[in-house]
């Protein structure tokens, strides 16, 4: 007999997340707490409920200006190597215990170099806490494999050393590369040396585009910088007619984008945040996977949606009637997509996530 779909089954899933940002999934406790170690005085609460509260109410103000304070707090805690280890351990442990049992998280190295960390120090730090977050959920029960993404921030310059960095650490669990910040006026082919280091040594990335801008921003990461995964892509939608008798017309790009089954990272709570739908329930992962796109759903900062996968799983399934087997679809449609080698995929997908939704089933 199949379990009900409600919350607690649901988090009980294996689930998969490729888009998570660690500056955007502290928790609140620990943010006071590094920021007390350090001084920092700047934060708009002293208590960690309210310091919670804040970050949501902040993220959904509809300001960018607002919006963007939320991470000057967190990245401004996390200036230190005993900072980043402890975030990232808790990132992994939290993911674990929300039933994730494979995650790519990504960060932006040259954004933790102020106290005096290098970029290799910032690296080893993040990479020692993620061993640790995993050792600790194993204890607790709970597996995860954590992978990291190494984003280099697009309106800044140095997109080619981020890249390299990414290639000289893919021996220790750096999986892959990504560019982050603005899309407005800093357009991907900005850091086209980097793509092209990376394609050229064999270095998979993805390309945060489609959410701050339209369709040129995916054109060129897919056309130009050769993008495997498009970071949200939600506004392909630009390239999809719906007439008003319900038929749907693609255009060349959404073609494209659907024909050769590259990767969208959704994220559904964040994209309402900033203006791409006005509730679950009108967003565009709805008609994106009825068309059956390679549609993922992810977190993309934690803190700030005041989601987790089990949350923005739960509420798919309320505004859009899936089931099991829609939510097992986006899980092995997301671990199809990662980062590491076709073995550990498959394993993970035959071995964990099948099973796992096979005993939810009843199968």
Known sequence: MAELLNFENIRRAPKVLLHDHLDGGLRPATVLELADAIGYTGLPASDADTLGTWFQQAADSGSLERYLETFAHTVAVTQTATALTRVAAEAAEDLAADGVVYAEVRFAPELHTEGGLSLDDVVHAVQEGFR??????????NRIRVGTLLCAMRQFARASEI???AVRYRDNEVVGFDIAGP???FPPTRNLDAFEYLRQRNAHYTIHAGEGFGLPSIWEAIQHCGAERLGHGVRIMDDIK????????LGQLASYVRDRRIPLELCPSSNL??????????HPIGLLTKLRFRVTVNTDNRLMSHCSMTSEMTALAEAFGYDWKDLQWFTVNAMKSAFIGFDER???INDVIKPGYAALMGD
């Open 273 to 282: 945040q900033t203006g791409l739908a006005t509730s679950i329930a009108e």
């Open 346 to 348: 498959l394993a993970l």
């Open 242 to 249: 719906v007439a008003e008798d319900g038929s749907v017309a």
């Open 132 to 141: 640790l977050g995993e050792q600790r959920a194993a204890a607790a029960g």
């Open 163 to 165: 890249a390299e960095l």
């Open 183 to 185: 899309e407005d006026g």
